[in-house]
């Protein structure tokens, strides 16, 4: 029997018209869990690097994590991976909400899509019944406006329904998939959904799944429960107030944005305003906040309830996502009333929020400086907030300027030239990264930057302060009751970060530290996406209920798999090697591995090489970031390594090495 997950996937393919119940094999998920994990092992077999984003060959997967649907609070995300056009990389964003529960209970782990349909089609699994039907209505609908057509049509309000808006449709190359209360936006994996032909995918599952052991389970989810409760009541003393607690990190609760306002940038990634927070902004965004919030929602089964509905005069009320609350605002240089009006109908052309804000800013720096002209902008409003919504429907519409700006600030400015290549500086592996524009380069998050391919900072920060805080006294305090640590030395580590001094950045925490704790950050991320939780509730806040010491119980307990946390640690190691084969074999390389150009003042070259030098050795990878043979081997990837030799991407013999892998020891 199989527990947690169901044991089948689904697989479509759009140009037959074909649709498959598949049986998968569960030695894959000892080897790689489920979610992201066995995601990339598909990927890595079905798609390979001749495979372009927009290829009928490339395959679109909407995962289920390996925990989603049991009792664990705040396991329900959806993980879905494909051929990014943006980087030409792999992409694996997530969503909560709903979906992924609604699938399992559907009787399915992932759903697999493959080929174009010629027409725009959805498709509707209702348990064992799934139909490809025409969409040929929703065309041009918004991916919100969409899902409600949809439930109505099926007369099915409790389908949960992933739909895409005009900038799927358009192929724009920041389109995201909407579901509700979420959406997978990064990597423009709704331009691949668009490209297919596909608009939505409903689902509604009435089934149950099967646990190991029921009664061990629940009272694991009780005691984070409890935990969660303990958390809400003693929020993080020392640091701002939207990382003292848990969930989103932009909770729609939170009032005070002094933080953000004044440490991130505004405008094109270009501008900090120190001075920003006065109590007369503060007291108008407060307004505006009460005003505009109705109220609070949670995605399933997660007590947090980290979104709001919002409501603003002449606009749909909507879902507001996370940091989309500031982003089209401090890009604009405007406020948050603006901010609230705008992300409306951002999120119904279903677009990233990070994304979205930087290309219309980016655009208007051009123009500014006369890279871009008013023949490029033909009647384009005077304000700037006039002229973010001209942008915004331009660029889903791919009209004029608009159809450049649709594929990015970095595709963009290579095919506007004049030198506004300079322009699109807040890129990592050409895509948009959060504005931050910091003095001292920081080497954790030099080497997060660097090496991460989530391509977004968020999914890989963490579990580590981001700053140290200013009194010993205050270290000590903060390290006592910190059980999340997979290692006490952790403890230390923090406790002697100074402000100023031998002990500060950038050269504290040494070069060796930063390797452990960038590993252990991105470890927790990787887990995460395997399982299906929500960053809020582990990989991203301080001290979260999940942590290495009782996520391989939940694992044991949920899915019946024999875990243990160096095991656990070997599997996120395994898929997280395999992420970075999949793009190795694209031509990711050392040199795409930098932050964004104007994110640290004062750089440190010797000692970012350094960084990278040992972060590479540490991880198993040689010079250029690639993984030895000897690493892969040690993963049971031997089969990654083969590829390699053929491709010529690893030439050197290394010889066979004699030691038995993490994988023949759990097969025996
Ligand atoms: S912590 Fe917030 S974002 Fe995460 S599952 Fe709960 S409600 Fe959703």
């Not at 395994?574 to 050392?590: D, E, F, H, Q, S």
Request: one cysteine or more; charged letters at 25%.
């Amino acid at each position: 029997m199989r527990y947690a997950e169901t044991g089948f996937n689904l697989e479509i393919d759009l140009s037959r018209g074909n649709i498959e119940r598949v049986e998968t094999d569960p030695r894959e998920t000892e080897l790689y869990l489920g979610g992201l994990g066995t995601n990339t092992k598909i990927l890595w077999d079905r798609v390979p690097p001749e495979v372009e984003p927009f290829s009928s060959d490339n395959l679109l997967i909407f995962s289920t994590g390996l925990l989603c649907g049991t009792s664990a609070p705040g396991c329900n995300r959806t993980i879905v991976s494909t051929i990014s056009p943006q980087t030409l990389l792999m992409a694996y964003s997530m969503m909560g909400g709903f979906w992924a529960p609604e699938l399992k209970y559907a009787g399915y782990d992932k759903v697999i899509i493959r080929g174009k349909s010629p027409n725009l089609v959805y498709l509707w699994i209702n348990n064992d019944k799934v139909e490809i039907r025409d969409a040929s209505h929703l065309q041009g609908k918004g991916a919100i406006e969409t899902a409600e057509l949809i439930t109505q049509e099926l007369k099915e309000p409790k389908a949960q329904v992933s739909a895409i808006g005009l900038a799927g449709e358009n192929r724009v190359y920041f389109a995201s998939i909407e579901q509700g209360r979420s959406s997978a936006s990064r990597g423009g994996i709704g331009a691949v959904m668009g490209d297919k032909g596909l608009k939505a995918i409903a689902v509604r599952g009435t089934k149950d799944i099967n646990i190991a052991r029921p009664a061990e389970l629940m009272e694991l989810c009780n005691e984070v429960l409890k935990y969660i409760q303990v958390r809400a009541e003693n929020p993080i003393k020392g640091v701002p107030p939207i990382l003292a607690g848990l969930g989103s990190p932009q909770e729609m609760a939170v009032h005070d944005e002094e933080w953000h306002t004044t440490n991130f940038a505004w405008g094109n990634a270009r501008y900090r305003k120190k001075d920003y927070w006065t109590e007369e902004v503060a007291k108008k965004w407060t307004e505006s906040l009460e005003n505009a919030r109705e109220r609070f929602v949670s995605c399933y089964n997660c007590p947090m309830k980290c979104g709001a509905t919002i409501n603003v005069p002449g606009v749909p009320t909507y879902m507001m996502k996370c940091y989309s609350k500031l982003t089209y605002t401090m890009a604009a240089m405007s406020d948050l009333d603006f901010g609230f009006r705008i992300a409306q109908r951002a999120t119904e052309y279903g677009v990233d929020a990070f994304s979205t804000p930087q290309t219309m800013a980016f655009a208007l720096e051009l123009y500014e400086n006369g890279i871009l002209t008013d023949q490029d902008m033909p009647g384009m409003p005077s304000d700037s907030e006039g002229r973010f919504f001209w942008l915004l429907d331009r660029i889903v519409r791919r009209e004029g300027i608009g159809d450049v700006l649709a594929n990015g600030t970095y595709w963009a400015a290579q095919q506007i030239g004049k030198g506004a290549e300079a322009y699109a500086h807040n890129n990592i592996k050409k895509h948009e990264q959060l504005p931050l524009k910091l003095g001292m380069l920081n080497p954790v998050y030099f080497l997060m930057y660097c090496t991460g391919e989530k391509i977004n900072i968020t999914q890989i920060e963490g579990q580590f302060p981001q700053a140290p805080f200013p009194t010993r006294e205050q270290r000590e305090a903060f390290v006592k009751d910190w059980i999340q640590v997979p290692d006490e030395k952790f403890k230390q580590y923090f406790v002697d970060w100074e402000l100023r001094g031998e002990n500060s950045i950038p050269y504290y925490p040494t070069v060796e530290m930063t390797c452990e704790i960038v590993d252990w950050q991105e470890r927790m991320h990787y887990i995460d996406d395997a399982l299906g939780m929500c960053a809020g509730l582990s990989s991203f806040p301080l001290k979260p209920p999940y942590h290495i010491h009782n996520y391989p119980k939940f694992i044991s307990s949920g899915a019946g798999i024999d875990m243990d946390e160096a095991k656990l640690s070997q599997a996120a190691k395994r898929y997280r090697t395999l992420v970075r084969a999949v793009n190795i074999r694209r031509g990711m390389r050392r040199s795409d591995e930098k932050p964004p150009e104007d994110h640290w003042k004062k750089r440190f070259p010797e000692l970012e090489a350094q960084l990278l030098d040992e972060y590479y050795k540490f991880k198993g990878w040689n010079h250029q970031g690639i993984p030895t043979k000897e690493s892969l081997h040690e993963l049971g990837l031997d089969y990654v390594s083969e590829d390699f030799l053929q491709r010529g991407i690893l030439t050197d013999d290394e010889g066979i090495p004699s030691k038995e892998t993490s994988a023949e020891k759990e097969k025996k």
